[in-house]
């Protein structure tokens, strides 16, 4: 059977590897890479979107990457418990028409025994910036 490590039970350690991969594994924005950190019933709730299963999670981040051009993601560890990791983020990103935003939140995310997410939910605030403010793409 194939795991993602680390695997639960969560230690500090494992926790912040844990959440570098999910940052760099974003940030490629590979839908390989990204797809597969998941369970294939995954629950999902990013915005006022609510997504479940292989089908929807592996669409939905390929949209999302078409509105949100030149994405840059920050991750920052929050809390853990067994098998449950709660992170900060802040995100910049550019819209179809060449707004930049940059994006604050939380987000939650739960797994399996072999290392798999199989929920993942989200709370974000967009805040407009002008691009002279833009942080993370020097980064």
Not at 12 to 33: H, P, R, Y
Not at 45 to 69: A, D, V, Y
Not at 78 to 83: D, P
Not at 122 to 127: S, Y
Request: glycine fraction near 6%.
């Amino acid at each position: 059977m194939e795991k993602r490590y680390p695997i639960p039970p969560f230690t500090a350690e494992t926790a912040f590897e844990k959440i570098q991969l999910a940052k760099d594994t974003t940030n490629s924005q590979e839908m390989g890479q990204v797809v597969n950190v998941y369970t294939t019933d995954s629950e999902w709730r990013n915005h006022l979107e609510f997504i479940k299963g292989s089908g929807q999670n592996t669409t939905f981040p390929t949209g999302k990457w078409k509105k949100e051009s030149e994405c840059k993601l920050k991750k920052e560890y929050w809390a853990y418990t067994e098998n449950r990791i709660a992170v900060r983020f802040e995100y910049e990103y550019q819209d179809e028409q060449g707004k930049w935003y940059r994006s604050y939140g939380n987000e939650n995310w739960e797994f399996d025994a072999d290392g798999f997410m199989v929920r993942r939910s989200v709370t974000i605030n967009d805040l407009e910036i002008e691009k002279k403010d833009v942080k993370f793409m020097n980064q």
